[in-house]
């Protein structure tokens, strides 16, 4: 049985990052993920990382914007320790060899981007995501004495034990469908985000809730899951996403009068208010009957106003992205896009070393919720957050990883999640395909519990996710085998992703007021007094999830009028 100090789940930047960390500081660590490292959903990562790097640029600025951006549900501790330690950890990536742009004068480039007071977004051109994990991959690398890395291995439950205490999980090797306990004095959740309970998302098939789901089972709290972020630049053919990057080159919005419209809603910041401002803008305008295209469902980005050189230099990926995805020459014409679901703000709620409650516990990344994204995450402050609060866990995890004995533990889990996966196998081709079941989640979802939200709309979307939940018991699959068996796979994430979904829906029930990335048309205006709190989701039996409220954390921004 493997066992190892540290135990890592998810080897996207977050994981990578805690793996490194917790290296340095000399322990045993296992990195484990369902797909080879460098395919985790962060190489998709485009546009960019924030960090205060400008000599005209100060960190509390970058805090600032970020506690304004969450619509004052962001806690403040953990903001502060985010951007205060993002210059360093930029220079870090630097100097591990991550190929930052550059001006002219050979200093490093800063584009503008949503909801910032100045430009501090650094970047590769549109490809950030993969730039930084192909360099912390080499990292790793280095220290293949002392991490083990599980490539293309499943985890299927964490291993709680008598005290309560998290000590290690249960994995599938995809390869050979042979099953595994793990033994660890630490794990660190680093298993990203719950985009596929959205359809359509930017986010890639892999971003299933798994770490989410398998951390609110065994009892740990979920924070902030009724924040789901939609984006305002996503095709209106498929949801890929065209990067904020291109409105911070410059790129405008126009509706079908050819108005760019966002003068309305954001005078001052136009095309780059915050991602929620921007998305209701475009919503409303389509809502109105101002919208383009076929059916009026989108808006126009118009980059044609972007010098042609610098799409070219700056922005190559959704070139390629607009020719093959939209048939658009993006340099010649306007692209039809439309708000699309791309980031969930919440996840596990940990602190700013990203402990869980549970001890031995802890998550970083998307999956994490720690919160310093609250009601609405700034574009480019997401790799930040994988990053530091990543590193952070790494480090925690190896300290308190000195102090303990290898816990004992058994194969019982094992067995179990060995019998569940036979049982899935076993299914007649009586009930419903899992495809069907994850198809009319997504739908749901993104017809309910979207941009704007209402009471009907939202007890309609828990009534189909608890009827999908049914459903999906005796839902079969078609692989029966054992090699790469991809369907059974996809059976137990659909379960991930109802825990995962009934949780945003009934956070969104609970908010009954108006914030950052929640609109609810019955409650319109944000009230501080009621709901300046975060909702706790936590797993109650076999029944809906439990809720309870957690204070926000305010330092020094008291909660004020957001306008951009
Ligand atoms: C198209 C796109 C562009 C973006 N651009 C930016 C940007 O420019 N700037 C920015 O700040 N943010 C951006 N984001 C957001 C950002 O990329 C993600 O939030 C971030 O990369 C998530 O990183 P992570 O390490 O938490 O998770 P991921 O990179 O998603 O990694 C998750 C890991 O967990 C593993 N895993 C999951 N479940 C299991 C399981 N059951 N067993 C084993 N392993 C498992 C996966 O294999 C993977 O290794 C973008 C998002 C998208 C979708």
């Not at 740990?220 to 305002?232: S, T």
């Amino acid at each position: 049985m493997p066992s190892h100090d540290v135990l890592i789940i998810g080897a996207g930047l977050a994981g990578q990052r805690a793996a490194v960390a917790a290296a340095d500081a000399g322990v045993s660590v296992a990195i484990l993920s369902k797909v080879h490292p460098v395919r985790s959903h962060s190489v998709a990562a485009a546009g960019g990382i924030n960090a205060a790097v400008s000599v005209t640029d100060d960190w509390r600025s970058h805090a600032y914007d970020t506690v304004k951006g969450a619509d004052f549900l962001g806690d403040q501790d953990a903001i502060e320790v985010m951007c205060s330690e993002a210059p360093a950890e930029v220079m870090h990536l630097e100097h591990i060899g991550v190929t930052f742009h550059r001006n002219d004068s050979g200093e490093l480039d800063l584009r503008a981007f949503g909801g910032a007071s100045v430009k501090r977004t650094a970047y590769v051109a549109d490809i950030t995501g993969q730039a930084i994990l192909h360099v912390l991959y080499e990292q790793l690398m280095k220290y293949h004495e002392t991490v083990d890395r599980y490539e293309e291995w499943f985890t299927t439950s964490l291993i709680i034990d008598e005290e309560g205490a998290c000590v290690g999980c249960v994995a599938r090797n995809i390869r050979t469908g042979s099953m595994e306990t793990f033994t660890a004095k630490n794990v660190i959740l680093a298993s990203g985000g719950a985009g596929q309970c959205f359809k359509p998302t930017t986010n890639a098939l892999i971003c299933t809730a798994d770490g989410i789901a398998q951390a609110y089972d065994v009892g740990a709290p979920l924070m902030d899951m009724e924040m789901i972020q939609y984006h305002p630049t996503t095709l209106v053919e498929n949801g890929f996403l065209i990067t904020e990057g291109a409105r911070g080159e410059g790129a405008h919005l126009l509706n079908s009068d050819g108005d760019r419209f966002m003068e309305k809603y954001a005078p001052n910041k136009m095309e780059l208010a915050s991602r929620d401002v921007v998305s209701r803008a475009e919503q409303t305008e389509i809502n109105e009957g101002r919208g383009v295209g076929e059916d009026k469902s989108g808006i126009y980005l118009d980059i044609t106003v972007v010098p042609k050189k610098r799409v070219h230099e700056a922005l190559r990926e959704i070139v390629n992205i607009g020719k093959d995805f939209a048939g658009v020459d993006i340099t010649k014409e306007p692209i039809l896009i439309r708000p699309g679901q791309h980031y969930i703000m919440g996840g596990v709620k940990t602190d700013i070393n990203g402990a869980t409650p549970i001890d031995g516990l802890y998550a970083a990344g998307e999956v994490a919720c720690v919160s310093v994204h609250g009601g609405n995450r700034l574009g480019a402050n997401s790799l930040l957050d994988t990053l530091i609060f990543g590193r952070r866990a790494g480090e925690h995890a190896a300290q308190r990883a000195k102090g303990m004995a290898m816990p004992e533990v058994g194969e019982a889990q094992a067995r179990q999640d060995e019998q569940k996966i036979a049982e899935i196998i076993a299914r007649p081709r009586e009930g419903r395909r899992i495809s069907e079941i994850k198809d009319e989640l997504g739908t749901v979802m993104n017809q309910y519990v979207a941009v704007y939200r209402e009471e009907d709309g939202l007890q309609k979307a828990h009534e189909v996710v608890r009827r999908l939940k049914e459903e999906a018991k005796t839902a079969y699959v078609d692989d029966r085998g054992t090699v790469f068996n991809q369907d059974v796979l996809g059976a137990i994430e659909l379960g991930y992703m109802l825990d995962a979904a009934e949780c945003t829906v009934v956070g969104a029930i609970e908010r009954k007021e108006s914030r950052g990335a929640q609109y609810r048309v019955d409650f319109p205006d944000r009230n501080d007094e009621d709901f300046m709190q975060h909702i706790n989701t936590t797993k109650n039996g076999g029944d809906a999830p439990t809720i309870t409220y957690t204070p926000v954390t305010v330092t020094q921004w008291q909660p004020e009028v957001r306008k951009y």
